[in-house]
């Protein structure tokens, strides 16, 4: 519920505030038309005229198609898109699923979920829904905020998933971005990318530094104002005669986005 809170004081934040003052993009997000999905889920909360699927998609009202009016407990089919403006997911389409309609009960479905918390081996997405870190992608390891893509079978009530793979929703890669802040043990890269020593992959004896030039693989995940977390630090390799202080001449950053 404190994240439907959330959503709907940030929505309203976002209608009020004048366009002037939002400001223009942040300089080396991707950019591009929104990526879109679509998923199977259940209604697990509502605030007004806003509700939630499976604990982690916002939704309101009016995208919801038909006249039969949601309940939680409901099961949906959503299409789904990322909100940078709210750090999660949103639903721009909702479609009631007949009750007995059976073509789920054939394959497997998927969720869309922020990891809050991993503990012994088992991963949480929320109280009732969580499972073993043995299902998650080979060569990532995940950590809190992570935003995951859940493959799971049919299942009795969304409090008794039966997850089948997980995998991390988006991933990026950038080359000669500077690292602006770090302390104790977590640190920004470019004012924009979050790392903890506690989970990002570094080349044997390198020790990041603020004001280095590094290279930079991420993976969607919510910190604070952060929608994206550096799982592998690399120093880049600067072009011969380049200077060290980030003046004239400079490399130019550049960007390469794939959506999984």
């Known amino acids: 519920m404190l994240r439907l809170l959330r959503f709907v004081l940030a929505l309203f934040q976002r ?73 999660g997911l949103k639903a721009v389409e909702v479609d009631i699923v007949p009750h007995g309609a059976g073509p789920s009960d054939a394959g497997t479905k998927l969720l869309v979920g922020c990891i809050t918390s991993i503990s012994e081996g088992t991963v949480y997405i929320s109280d009732d829904i969580y499972f073993s870190l043995d299902i998650v992608s080979e060569d990532f390891v995940p950590y809190q905020g992570d935003w995951l893509d859940i493959e799971y079978s049919d299942e009795p009530g969304i409090s008794n998933i039966k997850a089948i ?29 979050f790392f903890t020593l506690d989970s990002v992959k570094l080349p044997p004896g390198y020790q990041p530094q603020v004001f280095d030039t590094v290279d930079v ?39 390469q986005s794939q959506i999984l």
């Open 15 to 87: 209608r009020v505030e004048p366009a002037e003052r939002q400001g223009p993009q942040q300089q080396g997000l991707p950019q591009g038309q929104p990526k879109l999905k679509t998923v199977q889920g259940v209604v697990t909360s509502f605030c007004g005229d806003y509700g939630v699927i499976d604990e982690s998609i916002y939704f309101s009202c009016d995208v919801v198609t038909g006249n039969e009016p949601l309940k939680v407990g409901q099961r949906v089919n959503a299409v789904v898109e990322e909100d940078t403006a709210l750090y």
């Open 165 to 193: 793979s997980a995998k991390h929703t988006r991933w990026d890669h950038a080359e000669e971005v500077c690292i602006t802040s770090f302390r104790a043990r977590n640190g920004v890269i470019h004012n924009n990318i």
């Open 217 to 255: 693989v991420m993976v969607e995940s919510s910190h604070f104002c952060y929608i994206w977390r550096a799982v592998s630090i690399t120093p880049a390799q600067k072009s011969p005669g380049s200077p060290d202080d980030g003046g004239p001449g400079r490399l130019e950053r550049k960007w």
